[in-house]
Structures are given as structure tokens and as C-alpha cells.
């Protein structure tokens, strides 16, 4: 068995408008007027509200990652126009710019303003991969949120508390959080947010190999957004489904959630959604080894993300196409590909993407035949992942590592590396990959 990181199954303000009366009486009102407008243009924020909702929409979607705006579409220019040059910043993976626009409008924040900026903070390192400046930033709008009493603010900085855990691979914090999120956003009796939180604990027990568990929680989350209309974030729900199925191996049943799900977002004109769902498909024909329909699904994703500037998903796609050629036995393209997505990874600033793709084109030398390489690759992409705190992902590397040295003949390496592999599954409580790697700890004794 070999461990590969896959990147396309997906877990899942205010318009400043001035309406000026028209003016009866000639001269002084007329002046008035000009004076007015002058003003008020410039204190004119650099988005509308509806640009707003397009940004979040599609910031959430890339960082999987839940934004909280507070009052901060109604605030001062001072800081109103720094949130919007962060938000703006975001948008082009300039995460340290974008953290640097958001302190500067918590010079003259208030109230829930404070709340939304540590949590728009917390998402400009969370994205990239900074998952301890991200909790540092997420407790904090958490704590204000406590003082403020703002409880939507609160449930969404618990939940990417949460969220933040589960990359981290303390799946037990993670669940405890998401409880937490799901108990507040029950008590204030926001049903979109609690059937999210019943997506977020599915796939917190997905993680965990409980997929009955996860199966529950998801059918919550679809039974609620059903009721209340919510068609995006019921296509959302499908698609979790659809993955859980995928992981079980049920691909027929997993082609028709995800089929599901890509049917309400092309409704819905979701670009995005559409290009992610799309790679799942591509994933389910990929392992029922119909590569050709896989290229093709993957391919069509791609040039979505490329027509809406998606460059994470871009990466994304062209790791899902490498991996394809690589199963299809052509290894060359597989390594042009994954270096291509380690290109745009490293350019955007996406550090976890990073580690991904190092791992992958180490799997590419490792069936090379090229030890030396695979291992420079695997070692290179475990640093990575050490340093994100990304448990699951140091897990697979040496499992990787392992597998190599096997491969060398050297079975003291690869028993010492399993082991290590093994105690990192144990903490994140995942089942299937314990009992694959005992199982293989076990055939390397016999040896």
C-alpha cells in the first residue's frame, strides 16, 4: 500500500450606496449638493456589498474555512477601507499583505468589528497553512465574541478552532469544538449554521474512519438545509456523502451524490463548486480505473479554476491529472504534472498544497526505482508537514519512507519508520490506516 495525497475530494456587508434627493431651488442647495457628493465619494469603500458576498463565497470555498463580517460593512472609513484592501489582498494569496490591512483597521474597531478582523486574522494564516497563528487569532475572536456577546461571531470562531484541530490531526479537540459551535449555533437558532456544524462534526468522524457516524451527521446536515431551502449548502452536504461513499468504496453511489451535487451548483451558476465537484467525479473514474473519463473530468475542472483565477484548485487539478498518468503507468507526465502544481503552490504561498505535491512526486521516484530521490522528496515533505503540525500528513510520509526502505531491502528502516507512522495514526484515532499498517508491520517481522 502506498500513502497518496489527494487534493480534489472536498469535505465539504452593506451596499454604501448614496441616494442624493434632487434639488428645487437653484444656488446655495446646489452647492450643497456637489459638497455632499464629494464627501461621501470619498469615503466610498473599494467593494459593494455584492462584491462582498462574492469574495467570502469564494474565500470560504478555497480555504474551507467560515468568515464572520460582523458589523464591519457598516463601519468607518478607517476601518472600513484597510478591510477591504485585506479582503482584496486575499484575493491574491498575499497573506502577510492582507493580515498587515486587517491590524491596521483594528487600530479604530469596535465591538463585533473586532470579532470579524481577528477572524479574517485567522483565516489569512489558516489558508496558507499557519495553523498556530491561525488558533492564536481564532481564540481571540472567540474571547471577544465572549465579551461582546456576540454569539454568531463566537460559534464561527469556535468552529474554525475546530476546523483548525482537525488539519492539525487532534481530531478529539476538534470534535469538541465543533460540538461547541453546533450547541450555540442551536441556542441562537441559526439553522444554516447548525446543519454546517453537523457537516463539520461528519467529517471530523470521516477523518476518524467512523463512517456510520459521519453518514448520521451529514444526513442531519442534509435534512435541515432541505427544509429551509438552502440549495448551495444542500449540495455541499451531497458532496460530503458522496466522498464518504467514495472512501467506502461504494463508487456507484458515490458517482451519483457527486453527480447530485454538480447538477444543483451548475443551477446555481457556481463556477467554483462546480470545478471541485467535478474533480471528484474524476477521482471516482480514477480509482474504477476508467483514467481516460478521469483525465477528461479533471481536465474540464481545471479550466474552470483557470478562467476564475483559482490557482490552489489549478494545483489541485493538475496533482489529480500526475497521479492519473502516474497510474496509467506514464511516469514522465506524471512528474511534469506534479511539478507543475508545486510550482503554483510554492508561487501562491500554500505551504500544506506544498507538502502535498513533494509527497506525490516522491511516489513518482519511488516507482522509478530511484530511492534516493523518493526519499529526499518524502523527508523534505515531512519537514513541511512538522512544521504546519499536520499529523496525518507526517503520518503519511513515513509511512512513505517506510515503503521505500522496503523496497531498498533495508527492513529495519522500514520497520522502525512503520512504527513511527503507526503511533501518529494512533493519536488521530484513524482506523483503516492502523489496521493496514499493523498488517504491514506484521508481513516485515515475518520477513
Not at 23 to 36: D, M, Q
Not at 81 to 108: C, I, R, S, T
Request: glycine share 8%.
Amino acid at each position: 500500500m502506498i500513502s497518496i495525497e489527494l487534493d480534489s475530494i472536498s469535505m465539504a456587508g452593506v451596499i454604501i450606496t448614496w441616494i442624493l434627493g434632487v434639488a428645487t431651488i437653484a444656488g446655495t442647495i446646489i452647492a450643497v449638493w456637489h459638497l455632499v457628493l464629494f464627501i461621501r465619494e470619498k469615503r466610498k469603500p473599494i467593494f459593494t456589498e455584492h462584491d462582498i458576498k462574492i469574495i467570502i463565497e469564494e474565500l470560504e470555498r478555497r480555504g474551507n474555512i467560515k468568515t464572520y463580517l460582523g458589523s464591519l460593512p457598516d463601519a468607518v472609513k478607517e476601518v472600513r477601507n484597510p478591510f477591504d484592501e485585506g479582503l482584496k489582498a486575499m484575493q491574491e494569496y498575499k497573506w502577510d499583505e492582507a493580515v498587515g490591512h486587517f491590524k491596521k483597521a483594528l487600530e479604530k474597531a469596535t465591538g463585533t468589528e473586532l470579532v470579524a478582523l481577528f477572524n479574517f486574522i485567522g483565516q489569512s494564516h489558516y489558508t496558507p497553512g499557519r495553523l498556530d497563528e491561525a488558533l492564536r487569532s481564532f481564540e481571540k475572536s472567540a474571547s471577544l465574541a465572549e465579551e461582546f456577546n456576540d454569539q454568531k461571531g463566537r460559534a464561527v470562531a469556535i468552529g474554525n478552532i475546530g476546523k483548525s484541530y482537525l488539519i492539525k490531526g487532534d481530531l478529539n479537540k476538534a470534535l469538541r469544538y465543533a460540538q461547541d459551535a453546533l450547541n450555540i449555533s442551536q441556542k441562537i437558532g441559526d439553522k444554516r449554521e447548525e446543519a454546517k456544524q453537523y457537516g463539520n462534526i461528519g467529517v471530523i468522524y470521516n477523518t476518524k474512519g467512523d463512517l456510520d457516524s459521519a453518514l448520521q451527521y451529514y444526513q442531519d446536515a442534509f435534512a435541515i438545509l432541505e427544509k429551509i431551502g438552502d440549495k448551495e449548502e444542500t449540495a455541499k452536504q451531497l458532496a460530503n456523502i458522496g466522498v464518504l461513499y467514495h472512501t467506502k468504496g461504494d463508487l456507484d453511489k458515490a458517482l451519483k451524490y457527486f453527480e447530485d451535487a454538480l447538477k444543483i451548483h451548475s443551477e446555481n451558476g457556481k463556477k467554483s463548486y462546480t470545478a471541485t465537484i467535478l474533480g471528484n467525479i474524476g477521482c471516482v473514474y480514477q480509482l474504477k480505473k476508467d483514467f481516460n473519463t478521469a483525465l477528461q473530468y479533471f481536465e474540464r475542472a481545471m479550466n474552470i479554476d483557470r478562467e476564475t483565477g483559482n490557482e490552489k484548485d489549478e494545483a489541485g487539478q493538475l496533482c489529480n491529472i500526475g497521479l492519473t498518468y502516474w497510474y496509467k503507468g506514464d511516469l514522465d507526465k506524471a512528474l511534469e504534472y506534479l511539478q507543475s502544481a508545486l510550482k503554483i503552490s510554492q508561487k501562491i504561498g500554500m505551504k500544506e498544497e506544498k507538502a502535498r505535491q513533494l509527497s506525490n512526486i516522491g511516489l513518482i521516484y519511488l516507482s522509478k526505482n530511484d530511492f534516493d530521490k523518493a526519499l529526499k522528496y518524502f523527508t523534505e515533505a515531512k519537514i513541511f508537514n512538522e512544521g504546519l503540525g499536520r499529523k496525518k500528513g507526517v503520518a503519511i510520509n513515513l509511512y512513505n519512507i517506510a515503503e521505500t526502505y522496503k523496497k531498498k531491502g533495508n527492513l529495519d528502516e522500514a520497520l522502525t519508520y512503520y512504527n513511527q507512522a503507526l503511533v501518529l495514526y494512533k493519536q488521530i484515532s484513524a482506523k483503516r490506516e492502523i489496521e493496514l499498517i499493523e498488517q504491514d508491520i506484521q508481513k516485515v517481522k515475518a520477513n
